[in-house]
């Protein structure tokens, strides 16, 4: 377990990584630094990681955000490798990881801190609506097994959370935080090895590392008085969509169930249903399984090595990962 610390008052760092999202960051970055501003740290700081953007992402905020700290990536070198980079150019050991498309409450970065005076917390997921303030995007993320296959995007939020027990408690577990605003703990983060390129360009590389250190018996958990707006899809630039979006989901699916799943329930209907689709597939030339599915094979010896090396470390089963958020929902009086 980590080193036990006060981080009531913490600075903190804001790990940004940006992909063409020059418009994005004017719209957004000043929300971020009027929340620093109302903490009043001077020790606090933002790091904006350009990956490899083509419409002058650094020169704007070298000119126009000085405070900025602002690192540039030659080539875009995709989601996580770039996310890696904004965290461990960080000084402080609470980082918020933050999409170039989020908006924030002056006040959002108080409720988190006391999280990590437990060392056993990992990371803390953030409260998010779209930028009309009302359309809820995500809370909680509880996982599922079903015909297989996790299903990684339930989201589930609580009511008066400002009153509510668990809330104050700080005992709402999360299957995994959104990168797109979570907080977490430096140290805990490196010695992961932060998120797995295996995940490039984008999706599943979230999921994967909470669950990660979930294994390791290190806990996610969901703060909802931080409240955050994200509009979606910009830290990508311009994102694959439709059929291209799905081939990289599906693959990363299987990248995840390779290297992460280890209950033998669990595998066996991994493995059950997956031959299943893999005959339709075949019988009905559907290549919007077999293609991710060969990619994924053609990664297998390294998913392989990366998992004989997480095994070392694994702490929990991944029942009992799963259990914790359908607890929460329980203590909650949902379903």
């Not at 875009?76 to 890696?84: H, K, L, M, W």
Request: aromatic residues 10%; charged residues 30%; hydrophobic residues 40%.
């Amino acid at each position: 377990m980590t080193e036990t610390r006060d981080f009531t008052s913490a600075a903190v760092s804001i790990a940004i990584r940006s992909y063409n999202g020059r418009e994005l960051l004017r719209e957004c970055l000043p929300s971020i630094e009027d929340a620093l501003r109302f903490r009043g740290r001077p020790d606090d700081e933002i790091v904006v990681v350009d990956d490899g953007s083509t419409d002058g992402t650094f020169e704007f905020l070298q000119k126009e955000h000085p405070r900025v700290r602002s690192l540039r990536n030659e080539e875009r070198s995709g989601s996580p490798r770039a996310a890696n980079r904004a965290v461990l150019a960080c000084k402080n050991e609470v980082v918020i990881v933050m999409d170039n498309d989020v908006k924030v409450e002056r006040d959002f970065i108080g409720p988190v801190l006391a999280h990590f005076n437990d060392p056993s917390v990992f990371a803390v997921t953030m409260r998010s609506f779209a930028f009309d303030k009302t359309t809820f995007r995500s809370g909680g993320q509880v996982g599922r097994f079903r015909r297989g296959f996790l299903r990684a995007w339930e989201n589930y939020d609580v009511k008066n959370a400002t009153a509510n027990p668990l809330v104050l408690e700080g005992r709402l577990d999360s299957m995994y935080a959104i990168t797109a605003h979570a907080a977490f703990r430096r140290t805990l983060f490196e010695a992961l090895g932060g998120f797995d390129p295996l995940f490039s360009p984008l999706i599943w590389d979230d999921t994967e590392l909470c669950y990660r250190a979930w294994k390791r018996g290190y806990a996610t958990r969901y703060e909802p008085r931080c409240l955050v707006y994200h509009r979606l899809h910009g830290t990508a630039g311009k994102l694959p969509r439709g059929s291209e979006m799905a081939l990289i989901s599906e693959r990363h699916r299987l990248v995840f169930h390779w290297k992460m799943i280890s209950d033998p329930s669990l595998l066996a209907g991994h493995f059950a249903w997956l031959s299943l689709r893999l005959l339709f597939s075949v019988l009905t030339l559907r290549k919007s399984f077999l293609s991710p599915f060969a990619q994924a094979v053609k990664m297998l010896p390294e998913i392989l090595a990366k998992r004989a090396e997480e095994k070392k470390h694994w702490v929990l089963t991944d029942g009992e990962i799963l259990q914790k958020p359908l607890d929460t929902l329980a203590k909650l009086g949902e379903k």
